[in-house]
């Protein structure tokens, strides 16, 4: 059975403070690893796909990487707007398109 | 990137009513939706694959005689909670792929129903 665990569960930084986010995945077949952000009471929105190990891919303050069994989510200075829920979702290989999720990294960036 | 509305965003209805939630796909076409659930502090679960001009696939566990899902567009697919119950009571979520964006899933606002 597909399985994606993410920790921290939730993490409190400083405004500045770099960090990263870990999403440990057990897949029969990676088809892509999809990292997400969500708002409270909002849908997920997208934020980067990674296909095969040693990607990378980076958007603003963020920079996502892949290996054979996990990914990390890098936040580089960050700032209290990047304040979220941040969602890692795996998709095997394959006719479904479905997506596993994690439960998520709570993000707090306090000014 | 890819616009996927939901409607309503919020609904509050008695045990025992149904309940409609739209999903749509505002700037592409999508053949295949998808259908989440998430509960506090849980991961989002995938109901069903919503599959234009035929039935829908629900993933095991989860009732298709209780959640019917319609998708009679490529624009526009509908999920409708019969008979709900304040157990039925979560967060649902629909996505779309948007082919030109490669293999993301695009995922609505949610609603949010409440059986009391």
């Known amino acids: 059975e597909d399985q994606v665990t993410q920790s921290p569960e939730a993490l409190r930084l400083q405004e500045g403070e770099s960090s990263s986010l870990n999403c440990s995945y057990t897949?029969?077949?990676?088809?892509?690893l999809f990292w997400y952000r969500q708002d409270p009471g909002k849908g997920p929105e997208f934020l980067f796909t990674?296909?095969?190990a040693g990607e990378e891919k980076e958007k603003e303050r963020l920079k996502a990487t892949l290996t054979k069994k996990e990914s990390f989510l890098h936040i580089t200075a960050p700032k209290p707007e990047d304040s979220a829920t941040y969602l890692c979702?795996?998709?095997?290989?394959?006719?479904?398109?479905?997506?596993?999720f994690g439960k998520g990294t709570k993000l707090t960036v306090n000014p | 990137g890819a616009v996927v509305s939901q409607h309503p965003s919020r609904v509050i209805c008695k045990s025992g009513t149904s309940v409609k939630i739209e999903c749509r796909s505002l700037?592409?076409?999508?053949?295949?939706m998808f259908w989440y659930r998430q509960f506090p502090k849980q991961s989002l679960m995938l109901m069903a694959t919503?599959?234009?001009?035929?039935?829908?696939?629900?993933e095991q566990g989860v009732e298709k005689d209780k959640f019917l899902i319609n998708h009679a567009s490529l624009t526009l697919s509908t999920l409708t909670v019969t008979s709900a119950h304040p157990e039925d009571s979560s967060f649902y979520i629909c996505?779309?792929?948007?082919?030109?964006?490669?293999?993301?899933?695009?995922f609505g606002p949610g609603t949010r129903l409440t059986v009391l």
């Open positions: 996505s779309a792929r948007d082919l030109r964006g490669g293999r993301g899933q695009f």
């Open positions: 897949v029969s077949g990676l088809r892509g």
């Open positions: 990674l296909y095969s």
């Open positions: 979702a795996v998709q095997a290989e394959g006719g479904s398109e479905k997506l596993v």
């Open positions: 700037d592409f076409q999508a053949t295949t």
């Open positions: 919503s599959n234009e001009g035929s039935k829908a696939t629900y």
